[in-house]
């Protein structure tokens, strides 16, 4: 506290007026004191202490007895300090009284100070303090009045905290008190969250231009009936902040009137609405989801009571049970069920409506069951359906069994298509079995006829050769002409015999006396053919073209002997007077799922062509070439008994790919031959792994 505040202050109002009309002269404390003052000293409620210019007590009322804890006769010429005031404070009151003295008194004029008072018991207490002099006394006299303002302290911080309380809870529920002075047009509001001032003289006029233009009629017409006597009024309407955010308000007042019955004042509670708006809007929106999720659904959706009659039944339920919701009862719906049905339905509805249906909102409050039954529709026809009911008879918020069905007969249709299927697979199955069982009978049956061709068929060739050789070596002057070419003719054909059994070997060694799958390098490969060919390739004066080519997983021999085989036949299918040419490439392609679904995931598939410039075929022949022993032109035009593309397109196939051929006539013929760049483990594939020991060729 500034040595200002312990300066002398001016009584209160009237407290003067006395002092005039009472002078007081203390002499020697008070007893020089009249009548008149000594009565203002004793009754005075405010505790009075008179001191001197030294700051020493002259007088102490009982009221000041009562307030400090101290007897008159105690204090009476001792320093006011020590008694009455805090030791922190008490460095203060000489600094005031010589300030008055300095000064003078034109400085005391309606000064009144709250500070702190101390008790004999040293107990501190909140005080209101007034000094005055009396007038025209020199040595000046100071009175002190001292009001214990303890309990008026209280009062305020209670009222500030309640006050404080109203404005939290103001806050919190987003509520806005205000108080509009009609005659001075006045409105005073409290904090609010809608950026509106707390004080503001225009009225109503600043708080219209914040509402939203749709309500501003409503809100005039409100106030108009209110201040025409209804006295009050409710209403919702929007309005901006100063943000120029939208939000929802209710507002609520009253209107006072005078004795003449005219308006004076109006006050209200305005409250924030928006996230009420919006949670009454999202819940609209729900319901209006929730109905079209139930009277769009597929499935048919029922609330049943608990004596079975039927509260609500959605659309979908006549697609389902072939009866309107209107035409649907329990009775009706027990009558449609079929006779081999209705026993057990009835006593599954039956349990589930003698189930407690104890619970609270939200939790299980009963049983749940699902079944399927036959349905007898408008049309006399029975469809399958599945039904699944849920107790929820004891949740407020349902009170019925919620009962779910679906038309499951196409279901029910394709399980039994799928048991006959089934019966059919294993009949299938069964007869693959017994094909594998003829197959592999027939497999032996072939290396039984590779056996016999190596050994026993080319026995007797061997002699007739050896014999006719001899024939022509020994006999062949006296054989004539006619006899040496009939002679030639049985060397020929028994040439041509040997040839067609090397070739029938050769096609079926393809899968009888395959090697394993190992990594091939085609471009290697087909060097070799190269180098093999050319003899061929020098005296046809043709030209070969090595493109890029892939590694794949292959049989290295039938590699060589694919290409030897498509190579070879380009160069001997020339056209006359033409040189052949022969380009070998190869591309990565993409593979059908189906194909994907052979070879290794994520490996890809090489498409390789060999082209030439050749006289080609007619293209209705592609598929008639990959035939064994099929030849489109005649023995004396071209070499070869017509197994070689045959056995190509074995090879191919052994390795999970395909041949195919594009020509035309004297324009050339491009075969193509499709590989996976990646096998299966050898376990998988069933010709991965060599026959039987090498047949001899004896």
């Known amino acids: 506290m500034s040595p200002q505040a312990l300066e002398p202050m001016i ?19 008070v007893e020089r004191a009249d009548a008149c003052g000594k009565g203002l000293l004793q009754s005075t409620l405010d505790a009075l202490v008179v001191m001197d210019p030294m700051g020493r007590v002259l007088e102490f009322n009982p009221a000041a007895e009562m307030m400090f804890g101290y007897i008159r006769s105690q204090v009476i010429g001792q320093a006011v300090g020590p008694l009455i005031l805090p030791a922190r404070l008490r460095p203060l009151h000489p600094d005031g009284l010589a300030s008055y003295l300095m000064h003078g008194g034109e400085r005391l004029a309606n000064r009144r100070v709250e500070t702190v008072a101390r ?31 303890t309990q008026r302290q209280r009062l305020e911080e209670a009222q500030r905290e309640s006050e404080e309380r109203l404005r939290f809870a103001l806050g919190a529920a987003n509520m806005m008190a205000w108080d509009w002075e009609l005659t001075t047009g006045r409105v005073v509001r409290s ?70 019955g005219t ?49 609500y039944a959605s659309p979908a339920i006549a697609r389902i049970l072939g009866y309107t919701p209107d035409e649907i009862s329990a009775p009706n719906i027990l009558e449609s069920v079929h006779p081999e049905d209705l026993d057990r339905i009835t006593g599954i509805f039956s349990r589930l409506l003698q189930q407690p ?64 299927d089934v019966t059919e697979r294993r009949l299938a199955e069964q007869r693959l079995r017994e094909f594998a069982t003829q197959l592999e009978r027939s497999n032996l049956e072939l290396q039984e006829f590779a056996y016999v061709a190596s050994h026993d068929l080319q026995q007797p060739l061997r002699k007739i050769e050896a014999f006719g050789d001899r024939l022509k070596a020994r006999c062949g002057e006296a054989l004539g002409l006619e006899g040496s070419d009939y002679l030639e003719r049985m060397q020929n054909a028994a040439s041509r015999m040997r040839t067609l059994i090397h070739d029938l070997l050769a096609f079926s060694r393809v ?45 290295p021999t039938q590699m060589r002997q694919l290409l030897q085989n498509l190579v070879g036949n380009a160069l001997e299918f020339h056209r006359e007077g033409q040189p052949p040419v022969v380009r070998i490439d190869s591309v990565a392609v993409e593979t059908s799922t189906q194909a ?18 050749g006289i080609g075929f007619d293209p209705k022949y592609v598929d008639r070439i990959f035939n064994p022993f099929q030849r489109l032109h005649g023995r004396g035009e071209y070499e070869g008994t017509g197994i070689g593309l045959a056995i190509c397109r074995k090879i191919a196939e052994r390795h999970g790919g395909s041949i195919t051929a594009t020509s035309a006539l004297e324009h050339g013929s491009t075969f193509t031959v499709t590989l996976p760049s990646r096998q299966p483990a050898p376990s998988e594939h069933p010709a991965s792994t060599a026959g039987d020991g090498e047949l001899k060729n004896e």
């Not at 006395?18 to 404390?29: D, G, I, K, T």
């Not at 004999?120 to 209101?128: A, K, Q, R, T």
């Not at 017409?221 to 902040?241: C, K, N, P, Q, V």
């Open 357 to 420: 249906t104890q619970g609270t909102a939200g939790s299980d409050c009963g049983g749940s069951v699902t079944f399927e039954y036959r349905n007898r529709y408008r049309d006399g026809s029975w469809r399958w359906v599945e039904g699944t009911c849920t107790n929820l008879l004891a949740d407020p918020s349902v009170k019925a069994i919620v009962a779910n069905f679906r038309d499951v007969t196409e279901r029910h249709q394709a399980e039994e298509a799928l048991r006959k």
């Open 119 to 149: 008790r004999s018991d040293g107990g501190e207490f909140p005080v209101e303090l007034t000094i005055t002099t009396v007038p025209e006394q020199a040595p000046p006299v100071f009175l002190s009045f001292f009001r214990d303002i």
């Open 511 to 555: 899968t009888t006396k395959a090697r394993p799958f190992a990594p091939v390098d085609l471009a290697a490969v087909a060097r070799e053919v190269m180098s093999d060919l050319e003899t061929r390739i020098e005296q046809t004066g043709g030209t070969v073209v090595l493109g890029e080519l892939p590694t794949i997983d292959a049989d």
């Open 263 to 311: 308006p004076v004042r109006m006050a209200g509670i305005c409250v924030d609405i928006t996230e009420h708006k919006q949670t009454v809007a999202a819940l609209h929106a729900g319901e209006k989801r929730f109905r079209a999720m139930v009277e769009k659904s597929w499935d048919g959706i029922a609330l049943l009571a608990a004596d079975g009659s039927v509260q």
């Open 596 to 613: 994907a679904a052979r070879h290794e995931a994520g490996s890809p598939v090489y498409r390789l062509s060999i082209q030439d410039n």
């Open 191 to 260: 904090e609010n969250s809608l950026d509106l001032p707390s004080v503001d003289d225009s009225g109503t006029e600043r708080f219209r231009r914040r509402l939203h233009p749709e309500d501003i009629e409503l809100f005039d017409a409100s106030i108009a009936r209110a201040r025409s006597g209804a006295g009050t009024y409710d209403i919702e309407f929007r309005l901006f902040t100063a943000g120029r955010q939208l939000r929802w308000v209710r507002d609520r007042a009253q209107v006072t009137f005078d004795a003449e």
């Open 11 to 29: 009584e209160p109002p009237g407290r003067a007026e006395a002092a005039e009309s009472c002078p007081f002269s203390p002499l020697a404390a």
